[in-house]
């Protein structure tokens, strides 16, 4: 059973870069599609960005393109999400997820796999 840990959330400025990171163990990770969703409180998680099991396909919600850059190193058994110019509204925890599927999917009933998320704050 695949196990993922996220780390790299924290504390910062609207405007500003974070970049978290998610390691998977347990598994084979290549064999995976990769997701990143989030939760703002009072809010339904939602999709953020996903990965397809190469790295060659990505896919953004709307908000987060030109910002966000979803990436994976599959030597490394980890997939990683740069975010700049980040806003008040990106505030969330962000969860990485796990799909044996065939192809990157947004919805998250899809995803087999699921971390214990990493707070982001983005003050204003």
């Known amino acids: 059973q695949l196990q993922l840990v996220e780390s790299g959330g924290g504390l910062v400025q609207a405007g500003g870069s974070l970049s978290v990171s998610c390691a998977a163990s347990g598994g084979t990770f290549s064999r995976y599609v990769m997701g990143w969703f989030r939760q703002a409180p009072g809010k339904e998680r939602e999709f953020v960005a996903g990965?397809?099991?190469?790295?060659?396909?990505?896919y953004y919600r709307d908000s987060v393109k030109g910002r966000f850059t979803i990436s994976r190193d599959n030597a490394k058994y980890t997939v990683y999400l740069q975010m700049n110019s980040l806003k008040p509204d990106d505030t969330a925890v962000y969860y990485c997820?796990?799909?044996?599927?065939?192809?990157?999917?947004?919805?998250?009933?899809?995803?087999?796999?699921w971390g214990q998320g990493t707070q982001v704050i983005v003050s204003s």
């Open positions: 990965i397809s099991r190469s790295g060659g396909t990505t």
């Open positions: 997820a796990a799909d044996l599927g065939a192809g990157v999917t947004t919805r998250q009933y899809n995803y087999d796999y």
